[in-house]
């Protein structure tokens, strides 16, 4: 049986704060997840990561099957280790990097053959139960049912047989999970269909009731996946509150792959716990920082003179120390630094706002954070 546990601590409207236990230590939601894929989240050392405040860091399976290799990251003795990383971890299926293989993948009932073209184009194949124990060797405090994701737009037909695909395989996953000391989460699926993703909930829930009832385990906690893969974010909200709502209130809810500020807001507001995405790092390669002023570009000439910080509003160890103009002149030149205290910059500033958040559910104030920050620059981020 699972070894984990999750406490409501407050709740304002639909958001809520709540404590959930691993076995490297609690976090406390809503929470935004920086994301490690190949067990790093680049430019960033696990002591920054520390020092940045993250409570919980991804890996993606795919990456670190394909490369080391599990056999590495299980001789280290687990990903934690290998990175050197002493806090809870979740690991992604990799279901979404295997579809996005596309013509390089093939799905059947019983698994998916794929090749992997972005590695040394090798042939594989995972079965839900193969994906499961690769999870377990990996070692993080998380994982993720194996799923199909399905991008958009798509036929309805499409999407409804990911969805019912990915149902199939959530009981398998949860009938091959063993590891203890390890939560396994469930994905809701079904595209932008609310019926499709209200079926998948249901199933979700009658499988772990299934599982229970012959003296097995429960998932220990749901992704909502399958959005953010072409739709607009209003497209998204059409459905995500009440998907949301529908699941169990007694574990956290992951909306996963989401990752600019006023979504993040938005979607506390309608009941979401946890939250990962490239965004704040990538686009901080790119040039790009979040700011209590909206999204600001670096390259912009306008930052040639201006030896103010990053942003007035924040205490991050860029803003602190750095000055617009030099953080343009870092990009303009294409210095890895520029990255590095732009990825810094931009995932404090997600952390932080999501700690603002839990003060905002504790005060009873939610709508009214909400309410705040819509109505600020800084909801202009996209």
Request: aromatic share 8%; charged share 25%.
């Amino acid at each position: 049986m699972s070894i984990f546990d999750c406490t409501i601590e407050a709740q304002s409207g639909n958001a809520r704060v709540l404590r959930y236990e691993t076995a490297h230590g609690d976090f406390t939601t809503p929470m935004f997840m920086p994301v490690g894929t190949h067990a790093t989240v680049k430019g960033i050392t696990s002591r920054g990561l520390h020092e940045l405040n993250s409570q919980v860091v991804l890996a993606n399976t795919y990456h670190l099957y394909m490369r080391p290799g599990v056999d590495v990251v299980e001789e280290a003795g687990g990903v934690q280790k290998f990175m050197d990383y002493d806090g809870p971890m979740l690991t992604d299926s990799g279901g979404f990097q295997l579809f996005s293989l596309d013509h390089m993948m093939k799905t059947d009932a019983d698994g998916v053959n794929f090749q992997a073209l972005d590695y040394d184009g090798s042939k594989h194949r995972w079965t839900p139960e193969d994906n499961m124990r690769i999870q377990e060797r990996i070692g993080a405090d998380i994982a993720m049912q194996l799923d199909q994701c399905v991008g958009y737009p798509a036929e309805k037909r499409a999407v409804e047989a990911s969805t019912k695909l990915s149902w199939e395989w959530a009981e398998r996953c949860l009938a091959s999970h063993h590891r203890a000391d390890q939560a396994l989460f469930g994905i809701v699926q079904g595209g932008m269909h609310l019926d499709l993703r209200l079926q998948s909930v249901e199933n979700l829930i009658r499988i772990e009731s299934e599982s229970v009832a012959a003296g097995g385990r429960r998932f220990d906690g749901f992704g909502i996946g399958g959005y953010s893969v072409g739709e607009s974010h209003e497209v998204m909200f059409e459905t995500l509150g009440t998907v949301t709502r529908s699941l169990p209130d007694d574990r956290p809810r992951y909306l996963m792959g989401v990752g600019n500020p006023t979504t993040l807001v938005r979607a506390v507001g309608e009941g979401v716990d946890m939250f990962d995405c490239v965004l704040p790092t990538r686009t901080g390669r790119m040039g790009t920082a979040f700011s209590s002023q909206g999204r600001m570009n670096m390259r912009n000439a306008k930052y040639t003179h201006d030896f103010g910080p990053l942003d007035p509003q924040c205490t991050c160890e860029t803003c602190t120390h750095y000055s617009r103009a030099y953080i343009r002149h870092l990009v303009k030149q294409d210095e890895m630094l520029g990255g590095i205290l732009l990825s810094m910059h931009n995932l404090h500033f997600l952390i932080d706002l999501m700690r603002r958040a839990r003060e905002a559910i504790e005060a009873g104030a939610y709508d009214e954070f909400l309410a705040d920050w819509m109505a600020s620059p800084a909801a202009k981020d996209y």
